[in-house]
C-alpha cells in the first residue's frame, strides 16, 4: 500500500513540476510516512508542508522534490545539507548521491532524523549537532550544497566549502518572496540564478 501512494504522490509531482527519471526513482524509494510525525500520518503523501515540533515543518513532497532536480545531483560524490530536519530531503539525497553530509541545530529534531534514517536503514548519510550556518568543514568541498532553511545571506565560509564546478540551492528573501536561487561556482567567480517561489522557515544562529 505505502508503494502505491508513493507512486500517486509522484504523480501528482509530476502534474506540476516536470521531473527526471533519477529523482522519480528516489521518491519511490522512500518511505514518506516513517518522516511525518505520528498524528500527520494520513497525511504523508498530500503535497503540503506538515508541522513536526520546535516551530520547524517538514517540507512538502513537491518542495523536496524541486529542490532535488535543481540540484543536480548527476555527477555529485558529495552534498551538505544545511537544515536536516525530519531527514527527508537527506533521505533522497542518498539515494542520488554516494555521501550526504546533514547539519541541524536543534537537537531534539537530529534525533528523531537519525532514528527514522537508521529505520530506512540508510548508510550513507552522516549528520552533525551544529549551526548549520558553519558549514561542516572537516569533509569539504562539496560538490553539493543545499540550504532546506531560507537565509537573507549567504556566509562566505558556505562558499569556501563548495567545490569549483559545484552547485550550491539556497532559498532566498528577496523582498516579500523567498526564491530559490541557485548559486555555481567558478574558478574565479560565482554565478547564481533565480529558479522558483518557496516558502521556508527562515534560518536560525546557534544550537538548541
Not at 513540476?17 to 524509494?29: E, G, R
Not at 546533514?102 to 527514522?116: C, D, G, M, P, Q
Not at 540551492?169 to 540564478?193: D, L, M, W, Y
Amino acid at each position: 500500500m505505502q508503494s502505491i501512494k508513493t507512486a500517486q504522490m509522484v504523480r501528482e509531482i509530476m502534474r506540476q513540476f516536470p521531473l527526471s527519471q533519477n529523482v522519480q526513482n528516489a521518491l519511490l524509494k522512500i518511505n514518506r510516512e516513517i518522516f511525518v510525525p505520528e498524528g500527520f500520518r494520513h497525511l504523508a503523501y498530500s503535497l503540503e508542508a506538515l508541522p513536526m515540533g520546535a516551530s520547524q515543518w517538514i517540507s512538502s513532497p513537491l518542495t523536496v522534490a524541486k529542490m532535488t532536480e535543481y540540484l543536480q545531483c548527476e555527477g555529485a560524490d558529495s552534498v551538505l545539507e544545511i537544515g536536516c530536519g525530519s531527514g527527508y530531503q537527506a533521505a533522497i539525497l542518498s539515494c542520488l548521491i554516494r555521501r550526504v553530509f546533514s547539519v541541524e541545530r536543534i537537537e531534539k529534531l537530529l534525533n528523531e532524523a537519525r532514528t527514522r534514517i537508521k529505520t530506512c536503514n540508510i548508510s550513507n548519510i552522516n549528520t552533525k549537532l551544529d549551526d548549520g550556518q558553519k558549514g561542516w568543514s572537516a569533509y569539504a568541498p562539496y560538490d553539493r550544497i543545499l540550504f532546506s532553511a531560507m537565509t537573507m545571506t549567504i556566509p562566505q565560509e558556505i562558499f569556501d566549502q563548495l567545490e569549483v564546478g559545484g552547485i550550491l540551492i539556497v532559498p532566498i528573501q528577496r523582498g516579500n518572496a523567498q526564491i530559490i536561487t541557485r548559486f555555481c561556482k567558478h574558478s574565479h567567480s560565482i554565478t547564481h540564478e533565480e529558479l522558483d517561489s518557496c516558502v521556508f522557515v527562515p534560518i536560525q544562529n546557534g544550537v538548541e
